[in-house]
């Protein structure tokens, strides 16, 4: 079997270490990292009593825990091991699933959980940043005029921007996109430079980066949450999953030069924050505002506030944007290795890699919307906020763990780093676990569901073509002739000239028995030649090929298309191809068409036959396995197998097959039959009625 490039796909122009790479990174990358100091120190001050409670040990050990997270966790972890680990450039725990699943079946447990959890907590992004910047509006007087008092103000402003933000996604964001890199340099350097300023009150403040504050905070009685305090901390560096997903739209030279950049620039405002504590604690206008009084508004100057105000919405708007935009990177991943139901996707902009899911679209407004009214402020948000990201970054761990491995890489060194990384997150999800009765059980239910449908697609199927169930394969060549027979029979009307079934071929050459009994028995579909098409979805995000077999005829063609999970399936446009270079090869006939509006058309029409399987009452396995496939069957309604395919355009059959499995006996409905006087005597209701007879 050849196998053919269909085409040559080019890797992202800004993969390359560059000026407009920094940009692009800072505006996709950074957007939920960067838009933390919204609502870090304010946690960590209203959880431990308010403004009145702060002191100068506990403000060096929070901000100490900060720094030593981002740089252990978002630094070493993510930045100078997890980058190294891209499939041809992408990154994400499903491409990092991708370069491992091979060394164990158990890996796509992981795999499922980390891409659940982190879609979950994606949800909750939009809401408590867009909420935290609106917030700082409140009270602000624009030309004398305080257009935001009240929180339910608050509330509306946000749904707005979140339902707009949300609308337009099917229009593609290629503008909007351009303007986030300058914007999100200027939110960067706007927050280094008020935290300068701030700090050069008392740079003693820098002390704060000594591991010594850090620990005495952890075991110290002022801090009354004690190691829960993480939960808090852990806030900090709740983007640091998206340096590695967002790897293949940037590039890894681009976030190593941009990542210090930022991180200094995250440094500088929470020291600025909490220089600025120190000096306001004892102010008792500020400590009457309680939990209202955000430190990072208020220790920007009166004379840059509303700029600051005006810039942190924007920078909640870009870090929405980017969790949407990798929401539904993550789903088209998903579905393409087949965990995931297919669901239709839009193209809206010849950027690449910009897609758009209605359905996955919908419900993250949905609940974005939901956990608006439901938590109201940003406080009560961030709350709540991290669990579900702690699960995903210890499943990125495992994940990790089994890469090195397969690199060879020194076992004893690689067992100590991730046990090491395994520990500190496993405390950062035990800290984080109290959020869940402060409202986590929302997006854990969410998360939950996810990994549920999950299992159910992706089970379901492997019962479904399971063999130790299914006896109902047969080989293409014992139907050969027949095949052949049909084509040439002038007694059978044509169906088409090239009828496509899509299916996978075992061993080369076996194949459903409902295909088989879709073209002979059910209605005989005579064509000219019999297309048996494969789509198989490559480790590789860009791989774009194909391989054919003829079984040494002109008729039975078996295709095998080789598409990265990063790759449009459209199958019709890829297999008019097939079909010219197979001519071209003189491995099937020209089939010229008599009226067409192409001159010189030399290849025909085509009939695309889907089969749609039924669960038969005759199955015979366990309750448990007939419930997981009837839930699979229950998805399957919600999706169009013709829109996936890329055949929305097409001539597009859809024929339903009983599914039977397990053993069943052969005497399961046959008749006795017995002479009329031995059944005079037994009783029959009438289904008839006198009245009905008439």
Known sequence: MEKTQLNSLKNNPHSKKSVAGFLIALGIVYGDIGTSPLYVMHSLMVGNGGLEKMSTNFILGSVSLIFWTLTLVTTIKYVLIALRADNRGEGGIFALYTLVRK????????????GATFLADGMMTPAVTVTAAIEGLKGIAIHNTVLISTQSQVIIVTLIILST??????????????????????????????????????????????????????????????????????????????????????????????????????LLSYLGQATWILSAKDNHALQNMGSAMNPFYQSIPADFRLFGIFLSAMAAIIASQALISGSYTLVSEATKLKIFPRLKTYYPTNFKGQLYIPTVNSIIWVVCLFIVFYFKTSENMSNAYGLEITITMLMTTILLHQWLLMKRANRLFTTVIISFFFIIESI??????????HGAYITMFIAALLIAVMFIWRYGERLKDDNTYRSHFVSLLAFKHQLNDLRKDPSYPLYTTNLVYLTKIHDGYRIKKNILYSILDKRPKRAQVYWFVTVNVTDEPYTAAYSVETFDTDYMVSVQLYLG?????????YLRQVVNDMMSNGEIKPQPQKYTTIPDRDVGDFSFVIIKEVLSPDTKISSLKKSVIHMRFFLQKFISPANWF????????EERVPLVLGKVSLNRLRLVRKDRSALKDIKVDDEIDDDDED
């Open 565 to 573: 999970f990063r790759v449009d399936q459209k199958v019709n446009v």
């Open 428 to 437: 950062f999800f035990v800290t984080n676990s109290s959020k869940f009765i």
């Open 165 to 266: 933000l949300f609308f337009i996604q099917r229009f593609g964001t290629q503008l909007i996109g351009r303007a986030f890199g300058p914007i999100m340099l200027v939110w960067f350097a706007f927050l280094g430079f008020i935290g300068i300023m701030n700090l050069s009150s008392d740079w003693t403040m820098i002390r704060a980066l000594n591991p010594y504050y850090a620990f005495e905070l952890l075991r110290s009685p002022i801090n009354i949450r004690g190691v829960f305090i993480l939960g808090s901390i852990f806030l900090a560096t709740t983007g640091a999953e998206a340096l590695y997903s967002d790897m293949g739209h940037v590039g890894r030279p681009n976030i190593y030069t941009s990542w210090p950049f930022v991180k200094i620039c995250l």
């Open 103 to 114: 060394r164990a079946k158990w890996l796509i447990i992981p795999a499922m959980v980390g």
């Open 646 to 653: 890329g055949l929305s355009y097409s001539d597009v059959v």
